[in-house]
């Protein structure tokens, strides 16, 4: 397994999506011929794609509530299906608020709002009409602020958003049933091929 695997699958156990790939994992324990003992094959492609992200946010307000904070993203597809789970830290000064979070189709660039471009929809990426605007078609993380100032949001969407420069943007308001969420306070970047 090389670092970048296990570096990776050691996120996404910090972050508690171990069922997504508890699967694939218990099936290793069948050690397929061929593979010596000591080696364990861990089937995490191609057939599921992991995508994360760890670091500062980068802000998109002047004095949004989310300077100095952090976030850390994990996304796993496996087929048509994704697991999506974002935890955020360091923002003990909002604790009890609820913010909206998405992931958007364009990249995260500090000062730059609308460089993250519209949400991730996947009718519009598909061109089904009409286009569906719901947590099953986006992913939506809305989260809420804990007293020790962090929060967590998880979703499964039945469908694979298609690899690019993309960015998780964190709004000022829980999102609507229309999707929307307000300013744009802070954003992370998520990029996979
Ligand atoms: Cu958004």
Redesign the pocket.
Known sequence: MTRTVRGVLAAVGLLGVVGVIAGPMAAAQNRPPGVPPGEIAVPVAPESNVASSNGPLRQLSPHGPFQGARAVVVMVSHGARTSVRLKVTGVEHAAGRTF???L?TGPCVAGDGAAAGP?YNTDVISGRKPVRVDREHEIWLDFTVSPSGAGTASTVVPFAPKPGNRSI?I?QDETDSHGS?GARLACLPLSWS
């Open positions: 909206g979070a998405h958007h949400h943007v709004h969420a």
